[in-house]
T-cell receptor, first 114, second 116 residues
Framework: DVKVTQSSRYLVKRTGEKVFLECVQD?????MFWYRQDPGLGLRLIYF???????EKGDIPEGYSVSREKKERFSLILESASTNQTSMYLC?????????????FGPGTRLTVT | GENVEQHPSTLSVQEGDSAVIKCTYS??????FPWYKQELGKGPQLIID?????GEKKDQRIAVTLNKTAKHFSLHITETQPEDSAVYFC???????????????FGAGTQVVVTP
């Protein structure tokens, strides 16, 4: 059974803290994605990575950075958390080979910044 | 860039009735249109997708239709059941043979509630 896991389901941080969200996939997928989900806005892409140490900005990268040191792990970093980064964060992965474009999502991390 | 609009934002249906969710996209180059279902407490999961060279696709009680000229596509759920209650997202993407990143542009989502 394919699996994407995220390090925390719920996280509460203070304004200005550095926050790390971790994502691990066990499917040997090349592509990994970070989204944030907000009511009425759907899923918005923050960053994605198509290979180890490679990253591309998504639609809303401001205030975030990412790290991919190993193929199975993709980290989202909030350098200095702000209240407007309170949201649900979803990680996903997909296979780069062939014609399979399905993205597999983790359960999400609900981050609250106070 | 691509912009995907999804309607309605909420949809209440009686068990056994049909549900229809509609999406429009802006970029005529988009050629791949998946639908994801998100159950409470879980991440979204792909339920059906359609490529631009196909007008309709069915999988048991769900079907998707695509009108490339009008740039809109729809999800149809027939004989709805309580387990169909979830948030549904449409998405659009431009896929190339040499680029399988599969970057998706999602709609805002539709909360479907099926009442017994």
């Amino acid at each position: 059974d394919v699996k994407v896991t995220q390090s925390s389901r719920y996280l509460v941080k203070r304004t200005g803290e550095k926050v790390f969200l971790e994502c691990v996939q066990d499917m040997d997928h090349e592509n990994m994605f970070w989204y944030r989900q907000d009511p009425g806005l759907g899923l918005r892409l923050i960053y994605f990575s198509y290979d180890v140490k490679m990253k591309e900005k998504g639609d809303i990268p401001e205030g975030y950075s990412v790290s991919r040191e190993k193929k199975e792990r993709f980290s989202l970093i909030l350098e200095s958390a702000s209240t407007n980064q309170t949201s649900m964060y979803l990680c996903a992965s997909s296979n780069r080979q062939g014609v399979l474009y399905e993205q597999y999502f983790g359960p999400g991390t609900r981050l609250t910044v106070t | 860039g691509e912009n995907v609009e999804q309607h309605p934002s909420t949809l209440s249906v009686q068990e056994g009735d049909s549900a229809v969710i509609k999406c429009t996209y802006s970029d005529s180059a988009s050629n791949y249109f998946p639908w994801y279902k998100q159950e409470l407490g879980k991440g979204p999961q792909l339920i059906i997708d359609i490529r631009s060279n196909v007008g309709e696709k069915k999988d048991q009680r769900i079907a998707v239709t695509l009108n490339k000229t009008a740039k809109h596509f729809s999800l149809h759920i027939t004989e709805t059941q309580p387990e169909d209650s979830a948030v549904y997202f449409c998405a659009a993407s431009i896929l190339f043979i040499t680029d399988s990143w599969g970057k998706l542009q999602f709609g805002a989502g539709t909360q479907v509630v099926v009442t017994p």
